[in-house]
């Protein structure tokens, strides 16, 4: 009975000390969940329950020790936090300020990556390489941009600010600020070259189709070239 007890006390020791860490370090995860996920009801059910925080805790800490050149146990910590989570972040992957990986499952963050603030990653999401070339070989995420469920960015290619990757999109090539790119490959989309309005736009429900949007020019030429040939034959009826 004793025994259980200090097991029940060590517990929620730990619950404690988990918490208090989580919600004094890391902040700006918490507040990201808080104004991304409608489902989020408060601090206490995003430091237990949310894997992503749980992964970037992981992430944070080997990261430090990736820099300081310590050995071996930064892979090892990614890798718990890759069995534990889903979510697999290399330590010498650089993240800004605000990262929100929503649900996580299936995420992957290459060793040269470098996120920006604000950004937005759903289960699925692979930042990687396109092979085994050494260097910076993943690509660089600007600030305030949102990657759909499956998609992929792969290389070393600059995605811009402000830009939302539809779901299952696969990207190879740079992409300009304030767009949109869906499709695979990944075709762009501008926006008219302005922000979004509300800022970070989660909303993947109605992203433009540029190859539907190009049909739908050249069905219009058609129609409008069809209709000035039907009346020139009504006029050349009407002359004769």
Request: hydrophobic share 45%; aromatic share 8%; net charge positive.
């Amino acid at each position: 009975m004793t025994c259980l007890l200090n097991v029940v006390i060590g517990i929620i020791t730990f619950a404690i000390l988990f918490y208090v860490f989580v919600r004094i370090f890391y902040k700006d995860a918490i507040k990201a969940a808080m104004e991304r996920d409608p489902a989020a009801t408060g601090p206490a059910e995003i430091i237990f329950t949310y894997s992503g925080v749980h992964a970037l805790v992981f992430y944070k800490i080997a990261h430090i020790l990736k820099k300081m050149a310590v050995p071996f146990i930064p892979r090892f910590i990614s890798q718990f936090a890759k069995w534990l989570t889903g979510i697999e972040i290399h330590p010498g992957a650089q993240i800004g300020k605000g990262l929100f990986i929503d649900h996580g499952m299936g995420v992957v963050i290459g060793e040269t990556t470098i996120v920006g603030e604000n950004v937005t990653l759903f289960q699925g999401v692979t930042l990687g390489g396109t092979g085994k070339e050494k260097g910076k070989r993943h690509p660089t995420i600007g600030n305030n941009v949102v990657i759909g469920t499956g998609a992929k960015v792969l290389g070393n290619i600059t995605i811009g600010n402000n830009v939302n990757v539809g779901a299952n999109a696969v990207v190879l090539r740079e992409v300009p600020d304030d767009s949109t790119v869906v499709g695979v490959p990944g075709r762009v989309a501008k926006k008219r070259g302005k922000r979004l309005p509300g800022g970070i736009n989660l909303d993947h429900s109605a992203l433009p189709d540029p190859l539907t949007q190009a049909l739908e020019r050249l069905q219009h030429e058609i129609d409008h070239i069809e209709a000035e040939i039907a009346d020139y034959h009504e006029s050349g009826e009407k002359h004769k």
